[in-house]
């Protein structure tokens, strides 16, 4: 089916401001303010903020119809999605259909069941002073927000987002990863013919781009991408006290206690360090194990790697390779910390590095000063489980600690004895694909969450509210002065709350 034909007669706009690349779709906004010397992106807002200030978003229906329309786009463009995400990366279809299509659809399917319930005024508890009113919680869309997205699932990140910006209620304006190319473009030329384009638009460019498009005034900001430029964007939103969520990454540790099933947990690890090519912000990035447990893992994540690429990954269709060539030479460089156990080869051609473990890998090394972002897998030894987690605490709260242990007890020990933004028993990444879960960082890591009611959470303001009659004024003079005693005693017994016996969590 054609796009146009799907998209209710609407057309959300593009904003493309690289130079050499030719402008899609109308462009009037940015033309005005060029003009007249002001930001090019001051038009766009502007112009957003007006349907967001005439309530276009608000209703129900326009938050159903849009969410929608996005299902429609995710199905009509599979073929053309699976192609751009091969372009970029090589991204195996099956991983792309996954995780860029699938994940999605669940996000929105969710939020469309969900979205009655979600929008709902909460009322809440009242005490004596505010009997007789109503009092309950607006869930107030933002207004205008601004996502901005990563490579490395360029669809997912930028999409997820918009599904609860979306059902919040808010005007969106989007900008996609300007290394994940291909991806880029097929957003810009194909998403706006499903959207409303009074109220969603698609901006492209790097970091030129959105650093004009972030001295703009925006009501929310949510960024995906690293800490570095994470702390450029809260920077900028600062300026204008904007409020914002910011999904960034680190080093996932993942703790492999004795004994166990290990080529069960050499599989899982493979398959959470190689899936897109280990360009994934929740992928286990390093082990931590005793020096037995690694000269017993070592032979099993040499089986799981042979079985699941074959003897020469570099031929197998369901090995992603590094996004750009930045990506693999620093990915690269990293191959020189410990002694390659496995793998290592490399070519620079096809940017392809393949699956890789490095063995006795000392803390000190480049493999454990940044987050691996690919196919790299170093191992650390440690003693045990206490020294497991002290080095896990020694180090900035990650996206995710992994731990694989038969015994309960290890896993609950590190369980409460760290902190991450997520945490995962005997499997990498499986938090992530639940939309009942919050996803998000903590301190190096990130700040907020999103994914199903949490993403409507994210982009949605909690207004309080009480309504109050214009009548019944007798009822008020305990609070005007003169003051008196007699009136503070009312005061206070009508709303002061009292301690319920003792705390117990039973
Ligand atoms: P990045 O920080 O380089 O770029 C992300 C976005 O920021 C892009 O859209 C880019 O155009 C923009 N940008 C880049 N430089 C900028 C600047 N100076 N000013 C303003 N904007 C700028 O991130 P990346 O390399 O695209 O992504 C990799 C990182 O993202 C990894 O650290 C990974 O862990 C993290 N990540 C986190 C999550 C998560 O959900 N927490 C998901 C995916 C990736």
Same mark, same amino acid.
């Given at each position: 089916m054609?796009?146009?034909?799907?998209?209710?007669?609407?057309?959300?706009?593009?904003?493309?401001?690289?130079?050499? #690349?030719?402008?899609?779709?109308?462009?009037? +906004?940015?033309m005005d303010s060029k003009a007249a010397g002001m930001n090019p992106y001051a038009g766009l807002v502007s112009?957003?903020?007006?349907?967001?200030?005439a309530g276009k978003t608000r209703g129900a229906e326009h938050r159903v119809s849009q969410l929608e329309a996005l299902g429609r786009f995710l199905d009509d463009k599979k073929q053309p999605i699976l192609d751009a995400m091969a372009s970029d990366m090589r991204k195996p279809p099956l991983e792309a259909e996954?995780?860029?299509?699938?994940?999605? #659809?669940? %996000?929105?399917?969710?939020?469309?069941?969900?979205?009655?319930s979600w929008m709902k005024d909460e009322f809440v508890e009242k005490n004596l002073v505010t009997r007789l009113d109503t009092a309950f919680i607006r869930k107030d869309p933002y207004g205008v927000v601004l996502i901005i997205g990563p490579w490395n699932y360029p669809l997912h990140l930028i999409l997820v987002p918009l599904v609860g910006a979306i059902a919040a209620g808010n005007c969106v304006i989007i900008k996609p990863s300007e290394i994940s190319?291909?991806? %880029? #473009?097929?957003?810009?030329?194909?998403?706006?013919?499903y959207l409303d384009k009074d109220c969603f638009a698609v901006v492209? +460019?790097?970091?030129? %781009?959105?650093?004009?498009l972030l001295e703009n005034k925006f009501d929310y900001i949510f960024y995906t991408g690293g800490p570095q430029v994470g702390r450029i964007v809260m920077t900028a939103a600062a300026k204008h006290l904007t409020p914002l969520t910011l999904e960034l990454g680190g080093k996932n540790p993942c703790y492999v206690a004795e004994g166990g099933d290990l080529q069960s947990v050499a599989n899982r690890l493979v398959w959470g360090r190689c899936f897109n090519a280990g360009q994934t912000c929740v992928a286990p990035d390093y082990v931590l194990c005793s020096p037995e447990t690694q000269e017993k893992l070592l032979p099993a994540l040499g089986r799981a790697i042979a079985q699941f690429y074959g003897?020469?990954?570099r031929a197998s269709p369901d090995f992603a390779r590094l996004v750009s060539d930045r990506q693999f030479q620093r990915v690269r460089a990293l191959l020189g910390s410990g002694r390659v156990a496995l793998g290592g080869q490399t070519d620079e051609q096809e940017r392809y590095i393949a699956p890789t473990v490095l063995a006795d890998v000392q803390p000190s090394e480049p493999a454990m000063q940044e987050e691996i972002f690919g196919p790299v897998l170093p191992i650390v030894t440690v003693p045990g489980v206490d020294e497991a987690i002290a080095f896990i605490n020694s180090r900035e709260r990650p996206l995710a600690v992994y731990v694989f242990a038969a015994d309960s007890k290890v896993v609950h020990r590190v369980l409460e004895q760290t902190s991450? +933004?997520?945490?995962?028993?005997?499997?990498?990444?499986?938090?992530?694909?639940?939309?009942?879960?919050p996803f998000g960082g903590i301190?190096?890591? +990130?700040?907020?969450?999103?994914?199903? #009611?949490?993403?409507?959470?994210?982009?949605?303001?909690?207004?309080?509210c009480v309504l109050r009659s214009s009548g019944l004024e007798a009822l008020n003079s305990p609070r005007y002065p003169p003051y008196s005693q007699r009136k503070l005693g009312l005061l206070a017994a009508a709303s002061q709350i009292q301690r319920k016996g003792t705390c117990s969590l039973q």
């Open positions: 054609d796009a146009t034909n799907t998209s209710q007669g609407n057309n959300m706009t593009t904003h493309q401001d690289t130079p050499g #690349k030719v402008p899609v779709g109308s462009d009037t +906004g940015k112009g957003l903020r007006a349907a967001w200030l996954l995780s860029e299509i699938l994940l999605v #659809k669940n %996000e929105v399917n969710y939020a469309l069941n969900s979205l009655a190319s291909c991806t %880029e #473009k097929l957003v810009a030329e194909m998403l706006p013919s492209t +460019g790097g970091p030129a %781009e959105t650093t004009q003897p020469d990954p991450s +933004g997520g945490f995962g028993a005997n499997d990498p990444m499986m938090h992530m694909t639940l939309p009942s879960l301190g190096n890591s +990130g700040l907020g969450s999103y994914h199903g #009611k949490f993403g409507f959470d994210t982009f949605t303001h909690q207004r309080a």
